[in-house]
């Protein structure tokens, strides 16, 4: 018997990763590996036909998830990567689509895609880890930057005041809403599983050590060690008003499940509209 | 395979270029479009919203270009043939995600109803600036097919064509229009579906677990899937591999980029398209695509009564460009004359062809409105001199 064949050496993510991609690029303490360890989790234990989901990323470290998942996988551009999951939604609509990307990529660039598919309620769930920087770029100041924070851009600390993720998605429109951080892996499998059982537009932000780079330059300690202070700092407070949830230097991490309602996605809003102006002359489309 | 019946309009009518290109879209199977307002470009995308709930698809107006060309990439890749229209500002903002599609090898169409510029130049006014944009507008080394047609009739017929090269090659293919041939209503034959040939996606039918997204098949050009059947395959912008892996690295560049332009290169005869006439026995032949190719008529008429022998040849297809027609016809000929509407674009291209063995004279225009045949005239007895 080969030693890869022994049952205690095979990876119980086999089946759901690219093993002849990994070694992974991510750096030792990253948490992104832990985002994509839920997501396995929560597809897993959804019982869901891995053949049905796909999976696009758009560009930075988590755009390269994309890559290592065993799923119909779309490494897009940077920022693009809703607009591409909508044509892939809209033209298969038996897909369940997952976006896995960063802050910079879903919040920075891609930031108009995000608010009009949440507006459409887009039937997809975007997971989206907060690492609140630019990191494959070398830890450039972001979007989700907190006040104060040091950055490689913003080298005597961030003065721009940064987006609050799950109010921007609220008030944008999407029907689920939740924000919790790496070190909460059953509460992310959890929302990521209940996120994709459900027809609509939905996010989850997952904030996520930069142990390189954001952690380094606000010396917020190292590895494990910093997963633990993002734990140690959140507060799980359900249904938390999005408004009153800003992220602040170092302050504490209000995390949770803050939205969860019902609205008609884009798809089924064309059927039914059309249906009831047009009638039976209308050609009802994905079924 | 014949066009679906569902999507074909047969009978005779009275359409603008810009409609007719929607009409085009939905005969060869098109049944997903995402697009952006913008002048003169925006009747084709109301004539699909319009027509696409009697057909069975799906019409979604997206936040902006770069979200268009995107979702379009996004529903080729879940099975569906994709189009979006534009015009020059709107075609700038796509060009990043061209450079997506050619990566991924992704068949999709876009219509380009050009307006002059650059900026916002002349939103409502005509113009054939984007020529070079069309070829070179994304970064890196690609190829693409670029149509030119110079009537509705025309914008029917080619985007049916523009749809069926985009599906053998994996490739955008553009649409190459102008304001002029998009607003001019003029009548359109729609042939029954029967009568209209559609090329079908290159579907892969192996084994799942053998399906390699980029191996290629004995034309060149690799076999594709569509998400949700299974083969749980990857692709990305980076540099990749037959596996649609990323390989950064030099070998893997050089092996995997010329492919995308030589796959059109080496089918270059087999695409290209022109029309010409009375070219035998010419001294000049005037060169001319889409609306300046119709002003161009006059201009030759009129040379041709005053003894002069002048041929014309018409690019129904500018990228790829004829280049071995312009070579062999340069050793035959005085001069080539190149009236368009911009400020030296597909001349450069005859030009460099022409390798100093004719003479290129460019009918520069700048846009607005289209020549003045007289001005295409004083260039054809210069050229004659």
Known sequence: ?287 | MKADPKGVLTGSHYLDGDYAIAEGGLAAGCRFFAGYPITPSTETAERFSERIPFVGGVFIQMEDELASITALIGAAWGGKKAMTVTSGPGFSLMMENIGLACMMETPLVIANVQRGGPSTGLPTLTGQQDMMQAKWGSHGDYEIIALSPDSPQECFDLTIEAFNLSETYRVPVFLMTDECVGHMHEKVIIPPAEEIEVVERKWYEGPKDKYLPYKLDKDGIPFMVKAGDGYRFHTTGLTHDERGYPVINAECQAKTIPRLSDKIKDNADKIIMIEEDQIDNAEIVVISYGITSRVSIRAVQLARKAGMKIGTLRLKTVWPFPEKRIKQLAKKIKAFVVPEINYGQVVLEVERNAGGKAATYHVPHMGGWVHDPYDILNVIKEAAK
């Open chain 1, 1 to 287: 018997m080969k030693n890869e064949d022994r049952r205690e050496d095979r990876n119980p993510m086999e089946g759901f990763l690219r093993m002849d991609r990994i070694p992974h690029i991510w750096c030792p303490g990253c948490g992104i590996g832990t985002v994509v360890t839920s997501f396995a989790d929560a597809l897993k234990k959804s019982k869901i036909d891995l053949d049905d989901v796909a999976v696009v990323s758009g560009i930075g470290c988590t755009g390269r998830v994309a890559g290592y998942v065993k799923l119909d996988s779309f490494h897009s551009t940077h920022g693009r990567a809703i607009p591409f999951a909508t044509g892939l939604k809209l033209a298969n609509p038996d897909l369940n689509v997952v976006v896995f990307s960063g802050d910079g990529d879903i919040f920075g660039i891609g930031g108009n895609h995000f608010i009009h598919a949440a507006r459409r309620n887009m039937d997809l769930t975007v997971i989206c880890v907060n690492n609140f920087n630019y990191a494959m770029t070398g830890g450039q100041v972001a979007a989700t930057t907190p006040l104060g924070a040091n950055a490689s851009t913003s080298p005597y600390g961030n003065f721009e005041f940064s987006f609050s993720l799950p109010y921007l998605a609220e008030a944008a429109g999407a029907t689920y809403v939740a924000r919790w951080t790496a070190l909460h892996l059953r509460r992310v499998t959890k929302s990521i599983q209940e996120a994709m059982a459900k027809p609509g537009f939905s996010l989850i932000e997952v904030i996520t050590p930069c142990v390189t780079l954001y952690a380094r330059r606000n010396r917020l300690g190292d590895g494990l060690n910093l997963l633990k202070y993002y734990y140690d700092k959140s507060v799980i407070e359900h249904g938390a008003d999005t408004r009153t949830i800003d992220i602040s230097y170092q302050g504490k991490l209000v995390c949770g499940k803050f939205v969860d309602k019902e609205k008609p996605t884009f798809l089924d809003a064309m059927n039914e509209h059309m249906i009831k102006i047009l009638g039976d002359k209308y050609v009802k489309y994905g079924e």
